[in-house]
């Protein structure tokens, strides 16, 4: 079966066909899906109605996969494999969540524009969410280009960001959505890192803004003025020119590139209707400031241009 690649917007996401995630995908079958990947930042699969494993196997072959017990309960963690990260207003003996019930809290954070694991050292490379039950209307995902919304930036612009480094923390993001009670335990186990805003991807060469709901200042900067900059590059990178909405499919598998996009949830029936998804994730190799004192150590770090 020949790997297809169409295409879905102007500046990214393409539907991939030809190709069944339930059996093993051959190194040759992948070669043509990670330069797909590299190109259009997200994939659309339809029709692969995977098992976990199945999930887990295909994940890792973008890299290793992360293990997200941290959020859930331990039944359902018991219930499946631990690198599976439920993305559900369903508990695990099938019914409904409760309204006060604090996994809801997670759902609503997901419906702020973010990039997955930004808050962590390592932060992700992608994620792959898998559809199993999907309500009639609503519960859509959608996504936005950060390498289109980049090049679009004006050159000024460009010039005056290229290399900042910004602080990432989930307790940012958090606080938006209203939750501030967390113990000092909880913020000690996850502390704020530090991450480039412009990321520059190895496999294309092109540039894109790294920014997400979890990004909270500037480095250097008064945080006032960090937030107010952060805050207009969200604006801008959210436009509708650079946003893909997906209509999710039972069956569906969508894999996105955490480093050049950013995604958020929408809103559904979720007192009445179910939505089952699982997310596996793919750390990258190397924290994103890291890599650029790497790839230019006399730059790196410098909020100006010589
Ligand atoms: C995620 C996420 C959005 C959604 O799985 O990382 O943000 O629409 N999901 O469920
Ligand atoms: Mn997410």
Known sequence: ???????????FMAEIGGVDLTRPVAPETFAEIRAAFDRHAILVFHGQPVSDTQQVEFSALFGPVFT???????????DRRKEMSPITNIDHEGRILPPDDDRRMHARA??????????KHVPALCSLLSAREIPGTGGNTEFADMRAAYDALPEARKQEIDRLIVEHSIFHSRAKIG??????GARRELPPVQQVLVRELPES???ALYIAAHASHVIGWPVEKGRQL?????EFATQPEFVYSHRWRAGDLIVWDNRCTMHRATPYAEMTERRVLYRTTVSDEINSVERQSMLSPRKAG?????
């Open 230 to 234: 952060i805050a207009e590059l969200m």
């Open 1 to 11: 079966m020949p790997v297809t690649v169409t295409p879905l917007h102007k500046h």
């Open 68 to 78: 997200t017990t941290r959020y859930h309960r331990p039944q359902e963690v018991q």
């Open 205 to 207: 060469g092109r540039k």
């Open 110 to 119: 997901n419906q702020l524009w973010h990039t997955d694991n930004s808050f």
């Open 179 to 184: 939750f501030t009670d967390y113990s000092d």
């Open 302 to 306: 410098a909020a100006h241009h010589a």
